[in-house]
């Protein structure tokens, strides 16, 4: 067991792609960068030279592009975004011909490539630049989308995406995630694109993505201290391969579901998890299912009105008193904001 940062967790990913494909090629805006996307890929063009690991002006659709006809001849494009938002420029690239290429060609082309993304909050990004727009990659056939939560899943999930997965995949990065560290075994998941069950539970199951798989632990945690209740939770993981099978038992079990994405509800995640109950197995419930996500606007620019924009721990606290305690929840102690804080690390940039 060892410890190790979400960040370095990515840079040695990235490290080991290179060394294990020497077909692999690592690029995009500011990847060379002195900050190199959130120090992620520091030190890949000086060990492994500019034609594998290179910068790229401010054309995604062109950039993207690229990553098709490079794998199309063989090589093993990873190609970054220091922004998802910046990922719109780069949708005809990415639906017209990356998901449908190995359908219209019946199999005979493959498109095995990683593109990573950064979303979620920081400290003013604004409307334009801090967008979870998961849902919309999972919408179409032909990709492949997972929002690793942890150094563990990093290190699965790219492992497996560069030497075995013969397909596009989409990595979407939390840059709230960067400093988090974490515990890590030497022992490596068998399905790293899929779900994982992250803890065992018995009153309450908590579905989430990302980051908020972090505050899904803190609030099981706060909850188990505070009032007894023992919340199960999965992280989803591969949004486009979850285990629906994991999804359903535990629910069976709980009897009770909170769904809680980094991104807006309506179409979303939220909506694509309750779907699966809905047509599959409405009965389990006991009780409606609970979404936690964006509020529904853009994001504000002001840091203080973007701390409200955002859900934490104690959205899930919450959720999980009113689906429990139902009209008693609102007289149970709810996290503070001193014990947040101790829980996380606030972003200070440089971007």
Excluded at 68 to 87: C, Q
Excluded at 177 to 194: A, I, M, Q
Excluded at 228 to 242: F, K, S
Aim: glycine content about 6%.
């Amino acid at each position: 067991m060892e410890t190790i940062s979400y960040r370095d967790a990515i840079t040695l990913s990235m490290r080991d792609a290179m060394r294990k494909n020497p077909r692999a090629l690592v690029y995009g805006l500011g990847v060379t960068d002195f900050t190199g996307i959130f120090g992620t890929t520091l030190g890949l063009e000086k060990e492994f030279g500019s034609e594998r690991v290179f910068d790229t002006p401010l054309a995604e659709e062109s950039m993207t592009g690229f990553a098709v006809g490079a794998a199309l001849n063989g090589l093993y494009p990873i190609h970054i975004h220091i922004r998802t938002d910046f990922m719109l420029l780069a949708m005809n690239q990415i639906v017209n011909s990356i998901a449908k290429y190995k359908y219209m060609y019946g199999g005979l082309f493959k498109l095995p490539m990683l593109i990573r993304a950064v979303i979620g909050r920081s400290w003013g990004q604004g409307a334009q630049h801090s967008q979870s727009l998961q849902a919309l990659f999972s919408h179409i056939p032909g990709l492949t989308v997972i929002m690793p939560s942890s150094a563990r899943a990093v290190l699965d999930a790219y492992d497996h995406a560069v030497n075995r997965y013969k397909a596009p995949v989409i990595s979407l990065e939390h840059r709230a995630l960067y400093d988090c560290t974490f515990n890590v075994s030497e022992k490596r998941n068998s399905t790293p694109l899929s779900s994982h069950l992250v803890r065992k539970g018995r009153d309450v199951t908590i579905v989430a993505t990302s980051i908020m798989v972090v505050d899904a632990i803190h609030a099981a945690r706060f909850v188990k201290e505070k009032e007894g209740l023992d919340v199960e939770i999965i992280d989803l993981n591969c949004l486009t391969h979850p285990n629906r099978e994991m999804i359903l038992s535990s629910v069976k079990k709980t009897g009770r579901l909170i769904v809680a994405d980094t991104g807006w509800a309506p179409f979303g995640v939220c909506a694509e998890v309750s779907r699966l109950i809905a047509t599959t197995a409405p009965g389990i419930l006991k009780a409606p299912i609970m979404e936690i996500s964006m509020a529904h606007s853009p994001c504000p620019t002001a840091k203080t009105l973007e701390n409200y924009f955002y859900p934490d721990m104690g959205a899930i606290v919450n959720d999980i008193y009113r689906l429990i305690f139902k009209k008693r929840a609102g007289k149970k102690e709810l996290p503070s904001e001193e014990y947040k804080k101790r829980l996380y690390k606030e972003f200070k940039g440089p971007f």
